[in-house]
């Protein structure tokens, strides 16, 4: 079930949280272990299965997955090359990364990457996907549906590659860049329908909740009001 709409759906703020013991877990763990949790409830650990997650950015939460599960297979997508390599080097290469948000009157912290064997990041559009038809058995993004230059195509790709009776998880505020989305996809009823029609079978709609962005050690924020919604493939 979707939790308290204001604190287990939050962004968090910092990179990573593993191994941080200041000021900024205390802030961004309970949001973290939300997004992770409602994750899980979707899919069995423990389990070879293939887990994609769609604009991944560092590898924030596609990582605590894979390494929770060393016997899964994990992909993380984005099409930026920077956040990208930087993920790779704290996930896969093990390399230690100075995390430095005193500008937000946080203290600095170092942390210690990890060397997972069953992970992997790759750049790709999310319109366009580099596996194979039906070949991930779970897949999930947070906050990129609104930012793609074809929402709709993406929404095909994540049909194409999901294994049949395989899930998705979608967190998006439909904050969209173009004209056009707009009125193709809102309000959320519109969505709804395009889900429907691609085939998809809806197990869970949580509409207008709120997403707080915490930006600095005060509590400043921004909050967003966002849709999520579980999906299955027939």
């Known amino acids: 079930k979707w939790s308290s709409k204001k604190s287990k759906w939050k962004l968090f703020l910092v990179v990573l949280l593993e191994n941080n013991r200041t000021q900024i877990e205390n802030n961004t763990k309970e949001s973290m272990s939300g997004i992770i949790c409602s994750i899980k409830n979707y899919y069995y650990f423990?389990?070879?299965?293939?887990?994609?997650?769609?604009g991944c950015g560092v590898g924030r939460m596609i990582g605590i997955l894979a390494k929770e599960n060393p016997i899964g297979n994990y992909w993380g997508i984005d099409y930026s090359y920077q956040m990208?390599?930087?993920?790779?080097?704290?996930?896969?290469?093990?390399?230690?990364?100075?995390?430095?948000?005193?500008?937000?009157?946080?203290?600095?912290?170092?942390?210690?990457?990890h060397e997972l064997k069953n992970l992997n990041f790759g750049l790709a559009k999310a319109e366009k996907l580099p596996f194979r038809n039906e070949s991930q058995d779970f897949v999930f993004s947070n906050f990129l549906l609104d930012r793609l230059k074809q929402p709709l195509e993406g929404l095909k790709e994540m049909k194409r590659v999901l294994k049949r009776?395989?899930?998705?998880?979608?967190?998006?505020?439909?904050?969209?860049?173009?004209?056009?989305?707009?009125?193709?996809?809102?309000?959320?009823?519109?969505?709804?329908?395009v889900i429907r029609e691609i085939g998809f079978n809806v197990l869970e709609w949580e509409d207008n909740f709120t997403i707080e962005e915490p930006l600095d050690l005060r509590g400043n924020a921004l909050k967003w009001n966002c849709i999520g919604m579980v999906l299955q493939k027939s």
């Open 46 to 54: 423990n389990f070879k299965i293939n887990v994609l997650e769609l």
């Open 84 to 113: 990208l390599k930087q993920g790779h080097d704290f996930w896969v290469e093990n390399k230690t990364i100075l995390l430095d948000l005193s500008h937000k009157g946080f203290s600095s912290v170092h942390l210690p990457g």
């Open 165 to 193: 009776n395989g899930k998705i998880i979608i967190i998006t505020p439909l904050n969209f860049l173009h004209k056009d989305h707009w009125q193709q996809f809102y309000p959320s009823v519109k969505l709804l329908q």
